[in-house]
């Protein structure tokens, strides 16, 4: 049985509506979702200005929280009243998966990003009953009802405060496992994080839970290099006062070992190789799609990049 509820529906570049919509029951591995927040990532924003091509009409949405209404009759990981981040599904079965490596997932696009179940379907209609498309990173939380699947459904204590949580299943998950999973970061080392969005700002905090001691932001304004300086950072480098990269060098005397790039923009993402030291590490998590950028070769293959030490073989 469909309920009526309230979504923001894209119906066109640029045009979001707030619209009654008919969801549907969710399906035996799916979870239906009372949506208490949800974050406006840029991905949405790619998609409601066109950039990113979905089918229309469709809502967006991917990182929500909110309350569990209602399961399928194969979840066991969550039950009605539980509080709940969502963030992205993975099928659980890849190669990749059965590693723990959920965010690389084999099937991460046919999951989370067709608009669509995996059989082409989706569980939205609009009251005259045409098909309105969602399911984004399983979810379409841009929605008070959001159906989710059980891979993507993670509970959380509930006394947490469920309107602070959407942020949590992507942006900031998203600069928190750059640095604590990816980079897997020292206490005692240096990082400079480019791009202080809710990715760079989550990157900065989380640095600073790992005891790295010299945390460079690096923005354009001011406003959120001063929040930077809130949430941990040590240095604070505007791309207006001169070359980042001197800049960079600069506030740790030298070069960095860590860099996380969550700007998105291609001439930044060299910076963040070329400014680190040998057998530094960079993560690029600034969405760039269908772009390249340049690499020094010699900066490269001395370590930058593509090595870590902890990834070295090592020897008796
Ligand atoms: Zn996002
Ligand atoms: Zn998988």
Redesign the pocket.
């Known amino acids: 049985m469909s309920q009526r509820t309230q979504a923001g529906v894209i119906r066109g570049k640029g045009i979001v509506e707030l619209e009654d919509v008919l969801v549907g029951d969710p399906r035996p591995d799916e979870v239906l979702v009372q949506v208490e927040s949800a974050g406006i990532?840029?991905?949405d924003l790619e998609i409601h200005g066109g950039a990113l091509e979905f089918p229309l009409p469709f809502v967006a949405g991917?990182?929500g929280a909110g309350t569990v209404v209602a399961i399928g009759s194969d979840v066991t990981t969550v039950e009605p009243g539980d509080t709940v981040a969502l963030g992205a599904a993975a099928c659980g079965t890849c190669a990749r998966c059965r590693t723990g490596s959920y965010p690389y997932c084999d099937n991460h696009v046919a999951r989370n990003f067709t608009g669509a179940r995996l059989d082409g379907g989706t569980g939205l209609r609009s009251l005259a009953g045409k098909t309105i498309h969602g399911h984004l990173m399983c979810q379409s939380s841009w929605a008070d009802l959001a159906l989710a699947h059980t891979s993507n459904t993670v509970k959380v204590p509930s006394n947490v405060d469920s309107t602070v949580l959407g942020p949590f299943g992507?942006?900031i998950q998203t600069g928190a496992g750059a640095v604590w999973n990816t980079l897997a970061v020292e206490p005692g080392s240096s990082i400079a994080v480019f791009g202080l969005g809710a990715v760079g700002q989550a990157a900065i905090m989380a640095a600073k839970v790992a005891g790295v001691t010299t945390v460079i932001a690096v923005g354009n304004r001011r406003p959120e290099l001063d929040r930077a300086l809130e949430l941990g950072a040590t240095h604070a480098v505007s791309a207006r006062d001169g070359d980042v990269a001197d800049l960079v060098r600069e506030a740790t005397g030298g070069a960095v070992q860590y860099t996380v790039e969550a700007a998105g923009k291609t001439d930044v993402m060299t910076t963040a190789v070329e400014v680190l030291a040998e057998t530094g590490h960079a993560a690029i998590i600034g969405v760039a799609a269908g772009q390249s950028f340049p690499l020094n070769a010699w900066k490269v293959i001395r370590g930058r990049y593509t090595a870590r030490p902890s990834a070295m073989p090592h020897r008796p």
């Open positions: 990532c840029r991905t991917h990182e992507c942006g």
